[in-house]
């Protein structure tokens, strides 16, 4: 089992910038893959970004490539997901998420671990 703490959401106007963190335990962080997801209201939950195990690749969604960098810190056992020039449109809740084997997985399903999220709001 892994566990996974997500923090850093809140309100920010737009062009305005967040990092996020997600804390993960239970068993070995880096034999890990992991990712972003976001949910808007309404919408279904869809992939913002992945890093792979040993953090040397990542994946994102093209709507966030040059705005967000995802990075992993494994002495602190910590995916980070930074976001930058931020639209009303990355409205939603961000989840964390963890699987041993894809970092690229745009189908939720398909990830075996789920934090409960943290909400980023952003103000026009």
């Known amino acids: 089992q892994v566990y996974l703490v997500e923090s850093g959401g809140g309100l920010v106007q737009a062009g305005g910038s967040l990092s996020l963190s997600c804390a993960a335990s239970?068993?070995?962080?880096?034999?890990?893959?992991m990712g972003w997801f976001r949910q808007a209201p309404g919408k279904e939950r869809e992939f913002v970004a992945g890093?792979?195990?040993?953090?040397?690749?990542?994946s994102y969604e093209d709507s966030e490539k040059g705005r967000f960098t995802i990075s992993r810190d494994t002495a602190k056992n910590t995916v980070y997901l930074q976001m930058n020039s931020l639209k009303p449109e990355d409205t939603a809740v961000y989840y964390c998420?963890?699987?041993?084997?894809?970092?690229?997985?745009?189908?939720?399903?398909?990830?075996?671990?789920w934090g409960k999220g943290t909400l980023v709001t952003v103000s026009s």
């Open positions: 998420a963890a699987d041993p084997i894809s970092y690229n997985s745009r189908i939720a399903e398909r990830w075996d671990y």
């Open positions: 239970g068993r070995t962080f880096s034999s890990y893959c």
């Open positions: 890093i792979s195990r040993s953090g040397g690749t990542t």
